[in-house]
């Protein structure tokens, strides 16, 4: 599995709208609704639910990042939004820092398997420093598009 097959094609926003954790949750599902990725009408309950789990235990993993993420019995396949934020959000991070670079996923429910696999990957780039970095200096759709790619050589390569 790669990143460029998890995040959805038109779901990445390069410069996020709000700072504020709960309305970059829901920007991020619009960008996943907007393209085609979830049903438009499950949007407050796919927010309520990331929502949930975020009151359950944060997804801000600390050195900026976060992984919002839900299965849900609706969501017919698995894809990814990523947001990054130039001036960071409070996330209620294990480090207690802001995050600036969000990869939220939505995954079908009966597919544990692929969710767990699609985590692994993101978590395996997110743990690396240099993506970390230029994932945070990306300004554009394009540059972190070409970001994933590079990723997904990477891990063929290694």
């Known amino acids: 599995m790669k990143l460029t097959e998890i995040v959805a094609s038109g779901a990445i926003v390069p410069r996020l709208g709000s700072s504020e954790r709960d309305e970059v949750i829901a920007e991020l599902v619009d960008a996943l609704i907007g393209c085609g990725a979830a049903e438009a009408r499950l949007r407050d309950e ?87 970095r230029f994932l945070r200096q990306a300004g554009s759709v394009a540059e972190v598009q070409d970001l994933l790619g590079e990723a997904d050589g990477q891990q063929l390569a290694g």
């Open 46 to 132: 796919l927010i309520g639910r990331i929502l949930e789990r975020e009151r359950r235990g944060s997804t801000g993993f600390g050195r900026g990042i976060a992984v919002p993420h839900v299965k849900h019995k609706n969501v017919k396949r698995m894809a990814a939004a990523v947001g990054l934020s130039p001036t960071g959000v409070e996330f209620n991070a294990l480090d207690k820092q802001p995050v600036f670079s969000i990869f939220l996923l939505l995954s079908p429910e009966d597919r544990p398997e692929d969710h767990l696999q699609a985590m692994e990957v993101i978590f395996k780039n997110l743990s690396k420093e240099t993506f970390r």
